[in-house]
Nanobody
Framework: QVQLVESGGGLVQPGGSLRLACAAS????????MGWFRQAPGQQRELVAT???????NYADSVKGRFTIYRDNAENTVYLQMNSLKAGDTAVYYC??????????????WGQGTQVTVSS
């Protein structure tokens, strides 16, 4: 089993910044992908930013230039630095990881979600 523990959400004013963190632990042979999704009320869950196994990054067009994803491989932790936040960024943010375990079985894992609210 793998656990994803998120932290860093909260309330921030428009134009402000927040940093989210997600730490993975458990039966991890290799993390093939890790990143962040978000879901606003009444909307589908959408990709925000993610690392692929090759180390490249993908960003949603709506966050390019404002959000940065980075990671600490030694700690199996990924971060999302969010700057110039807008009301439209308000959502529950979920950490996601595609993990290969020691039985060489690949599974998707999700964190519990952390609320980000951008409001004055």
């Amino acid at each position: 089993q793998v656990q994803l523990v998120e932290s860093g959400g909260g309330l921030v004013q428009p134009g402000g910044s927040l940093r989210l963190a997600c730490a993975a632990s458990g039966s991890i042979f290799r993390i093939n992908a890790m990143g962040w999704f978000r879901q606003a009320p009444g909307q589908q869950r959408e990709l925000v930013a993610t690392f692929t196994r090759a180390g490249s990054t993908n960003y949603a067009d709506s966050v390019k230039g404002r959000f940065t994803i980075y990671r600490d491989n030694a700690e199996n932790t990924v971060y999302l630095q969010m700057n110039s936040l807008k009301a439209g960024d308000t959502a529950v943010y979920y950490c996601h990881a595609l993990v290969l375990d020691y039985k060489l079985i690949s599974r998707d894992y999700w964190g519990q979600g952390t609320q980000v609210t951008v409001s004055s």
